[in-house]
């Protein structure tokens, strides 16, 4: 894999494949097992339900945020099926890249209507 671009294409190739088999209106869980089973398939590394702490003072808070899938420690990919992607919902995975130092992310919303 020559680069993120050629990563995020097979990402979004399998979110793709996972959306024409099942279809809008199933719940999150179902598109994010499903999800796994493809990335799988494409030979990808990842993590799922990651849980990235965060520092506070001096302490470390261990489980502030979960991360639905961090795909070959390059690509975070957060799994939605809501009926409109909000400014909260891009901010939050601007927070998760952010916090990771991971630069790339995807957000998925596979309650949409091909």
Do not use: W
Not at 7 to 14: D, K, R
Not at 53 to 79: C, G, H, M, N, Q
Not at 90 to 112: C, D, H, W
Request: charge should be neutral; hydrophobic fraction near 40%; proline fraction near 4%.
């Amino acid at each position: 894999m020559s680069g993120n671009g050629d990563l995020t294409g097979q990402i979004i190739g399998a979110a793709i494949e996972v959306h024409k088999e099942l279809g809008p209106g199933l719940m999150e869980s179902t598109y994010e097992e499903c999800l796994a089973l493809e990335l799988s398939l494409h030979g990808l590394r990842f993590e799922r339900q990651a849980t990235l702490p965060i520092s506070y003072k001096t302490a470390t808070v261990l489980r502030s945020y979960r991360l639905d899938f961090v795909v070959e420690k390059k690509v975070i990919v957060e799994v939605k099926t809501i009926e409109k992607i909000l400014k909260l919902h891009e901010a939050q995975l601007l927070t998760y890249m952010k916090l990771s130092r991971i630069p790339v992310g995807l957000l998925i919303n596979f309650n949409s209507v091909p």
